[in-house]
């Protein structure tokens, strides 16, 4: 990633400045800026300074949710998770930044999969150019009074706070530094530098936290200058 890149990101994002919520949760009572919004805004942005981001879809997966509300009715939700590869270039020169999305519906699989890749989407142009998100967005519904879930299979964990996720910026720099240290092999590597980085809580550089990012790009930089 070079400096010309990142300053093309830099520019957009002052371009895109301060966005105001556009739309509203009326049962949940609170104002959020939309997904449509954001890709409008930062895409003009974006495509103004000459820089474009390609999501790849590089794996998903949807668990069915059942569970027993409070007037004792079993019901079913299901969450779904994509993973992308972010692809963000000037055509000069580009980096390729991991990602994932999340997204629940409480009728069909489809409806779920689709708000992962719409929410995945939004959320990784918003912390590539710093747009603050606020209250939680119209992509994810509010959960339904639910009791006793039981979830099948168990290979996602949904509950993991968004704000303290490393941010695009912080994956889009883990990616660039290790390109220069490792180069071809760099692949092989990001799993055992997740569990570097989070004292093996962790597998895949998406799944870190924001300190834990930063702990990983100083040890990549040390590399790096060696």
Excluded: C
Excluded at 85 to 106: H, N, V, Y
């Amino acid at each position: 990633m070079t400096s010309t890149l990142i300053s093309k990101i830099a520019a957009a994002s002052t371009k895109v400045g301060a966005l105001m919520p556009d739309k509203t949760n009326t049962a949940q009572n609170y104002s959020y800026i939309s997904a449509d919004k954001i890709l409008q805004r930062a895409g003009d942005a974006l495509a103004e300074a000459g820089v474009v981001i390609i999501p790849s879809i590089t794996q998903e997966a949807v668990n069915e949710v059942t569970y027993t509300d409070s007037y004792n009715k079993t019901k079913t939700r299901y969450d779904a998770v994509i993973t992308f590869e972010m692809l963000i270039s000037d055509g000069t020169s580009e980096f390729k930044a991991p990602w994932s999305g999340r997204g629940s519906d409480f009728s069909v699989p489809d409806k779920a999969m689709y708000k992962a890749i719409t929410s995945g989407h939004k959320y990784f142009i918003a912390k590539l150019l710093n747009i603050g998100i606020g209250n939680e967005d119209g992509e994810h519904e509010a959960a339904q009074d639910a009791t006793k879930p039981t979830q099948k299979p168990v290979d996602v964990s949904f509950d993991k706070p968004k704000a303290q996720l490393a941010n695009a910026t912080q994956i889009a720099a883990i990616g660039a530094l290790g390109v220069q240290v490792y180069g071809d092999t760099w692949k092989d590597e990001q799993g055992h530098l997740a569990e570097w980085a989070s004292q093996g809580a962790r597998k895949a550089l998406v799944d870190l936290y924001e300190m834990e990012a930063e702990k990983l790009i100083r040890g990549l930089q040390k590399k790096v200058a060696a």
